[in-house]
C-alpha cells in the first residue's frame, strides 16, 4: 500500500485555488483507491468530512501534526506552487502543479528576484510537475533554466455549475434589465479599466464588476466611473456562488479581457449557461476558449464595442453557437482531471 499526500490547504479560498480544491478533493476521496491510502491536508474544520478511509492533517497545525504521523509518505502533491511546507529525503517523492508563472509580468525589482530564484528551485525539487495549460507549459519551457523534466499538462475542470441553485443579486434592480458581468479579482492584469470607456456605447446596459475589489487597482477604475454612471457601472465585491450562477444566465455577455490567465474558469463556466463571451488574445485564453468567444484586437473603446456588437448580434442562448460552446465546455471535466491525477499517482508509484 502507497501512501499519497495531497494539498487541499486552500479548499476554503474564494480563488481558482479554492475551487479546483472544493472539486477535486471529493472526488478523489470518492475514487477506487486500490493500492494507495490518501492523505489530505485542509482546514480543521473539514477533518473527517470525506470518509474514514482519508487520513486527515489540518493546514493549520501541519509540521506538529506531521512529526506525529507514523505512515511513510511515498508522493507528496503540492496542488500549486504557493504551498506553505513540503517534506523532502526519506524517500518521498514529489509532484508539483504550476498554475503560471505571472510573477514574470507582475512583480519587480528585488521581488521579481526572489520569484526567479524560488520557483525554478521549487520545479528543481520536485520529482514531476504538471501545469494547467499549453500556455504555462511553454511559459515553464522557455523560462526556467536547466529545466530537467517534461511538464504533463492537465486541464483544469468545471464543475457543472448550470445545475445549482440561483439568487439575483440585490444590486439587480429587475430581472429584465440588461447588464454584462466581469467576473473575478479586481487586479490589474485583469485589465477591467479597458471596458469602463466602452461602456458609453452601451447606455441601455449596466456593468456589474463581481470580485474580491481591496487591491488600488479597484480604486483606479473606481476614479474612472464617471458621476452619471455611479449606479449604472458597479463594482459589486465578493459574490455567492448562488449569485454568480444568476448572473451569468440572465447577463447579455461575460467581458473578461485579462492579460495574464493560467487556465481563465469564468469563460468556461458562462458557456455553460449559453451566456456569450468576449476575452482577450493573451495567455492562455485563445486556448481555452477555442472558438468559442469573440476576442479584441484593440483595445480602443470605439473598436471594443464594435466586436461586442457585432457578436451579441443574432445571438441566442438557444441558438447552435452557443450550444456548441455549451457542449465543448463540458470537455473540461473535473472526472476526467481527477483520473488523469490519479493515472499519474501510479504512474509515478509504479503501480
Known sequence: MKTVLVDFSNYDDFSGFGEIARNYCPRLAASPTDGIHYVFILPERHRGEFGSHIDYLSREHLKKELRKYNRHIDLWHATDQQF??????????????????????EKHGIHLLRHKIEMPWLIYRSDAITVISEYVKNDVLTHIPFLNKEPQVIYNGISDVEKGSQSQPSFV???????????????????????????????????????????????????MIAPEDN???????????????????HADALLFPSTLEGFGIPVLEAMRFGTKVFSSRYSCLPEVCS?????????EPEAMAKVVMEGLAGWSRDGKAAIEAKEYSRSFSYDRYTQQYIQLYRKLLEL
Open 84 to 105: 506553505g511546507y513540503r517534506r523532502h529525503g526519506e524517500g518521498t517523492l514529489q509532484l508539483l502543479t504550476v498554475h503560471d508563472l505571472n510573477y514574470l509580468h
Open 173 to 223: 434592480s429587475s430581472a429584465a434589465e440588461r447588464f454584462f458581468i466581469c467576473i473575478g479579482q479586481v487586479r490589474k492584469k485583469k485589465n477591467i479599466h479597458t471596458v469602463i470607456p466602452m461602456m458609453r456605447h452601451f447606455p441601455n446596459h449596466r456593468l456589474f464588476i463581481c470580485g474580491a475589489n481591496h487591491w488600488d487597482y479597484a480604486n483606479e477604475i473606481r476614479s
Open 231 to 249: 449606479q449604472r457601472i458597479l463594482l459589486t465585491g465578493k459574490i455567492t456562488d448562488d449569485e454568480k450562477r444568476w448572473l451569468y444566465a
Open 291 to 299: 472558438t468559442h468567444a469573440s476576442y479584441w484586437n484593440s483595445y
